[in-house]
Nanobody, 125 residues
Framework: QVQLEESGGGSVQTGDSLRLSCVASGLSFSGYTVAWFRQAPGKEREFVGSIRVSGGATYFAESVKGRFTISKDNAQSTVYLQMKSLKPEDTAIYYC??????????????????WGQGTQVTVSS
């Protein structure tokens, strides 16, 4: 059974940093794209960023570009979302997901097969 588990969320102040982790069990990330999505209260889920685990290419939403980075460990079993200069509008539940989207569909949540349960990030001003 494939499971993804996020961790590292919490409550921080504007300008702080957090690092989220996504660990897979029953699945090797090799050959997959791992993406981070987020959903704020009353809003639709939105794409944050992704990494093609084999190769390491990353792609980010404009709203987080320059502030967020995604990396993976050498064993390719954990993917990280490093968030810096956090803003109140970054407050959301953050989800990791794994799939094999074509490049043009990387930001579409329907392209991802496996999802974690999410971790809450709250940024206060």
């Amino acid at each position: 059974q494939v499971q993804l588990e996020e961790s590292g969320g919490g409550s921080v102040q504007t300008g702080d940093s957090l690092r989220l982790s996504c660990v897979a069990s029953g699945l090797s990330f090799s050959g997959y794209t791992v993406a981070w999505f987020r959903q704020a209260p009353g809003k639709e889920r939105e794409f944050v960023g992704s990494i093609r685990v084999s190769g390491g290419a990353t792609y980010f939403a404009e709203s987080v570009k320059g502030r967020f980075t995604i990396s993976k460990d050498n064993a390719q079993s954990t993917v990280y979302l490093q968030m810096k200069s956090l803003k109140p509008e970054d407050t959301a539940i953050y989800y990791c997901a794994a799939g094999r989207p074509i490049t043009s569909a990387t930001s579409q949540d329907r392209m991802y097969y496996y999802w974690g349960q999410g971790t809450q990030v709250t940024v206060s001003s």
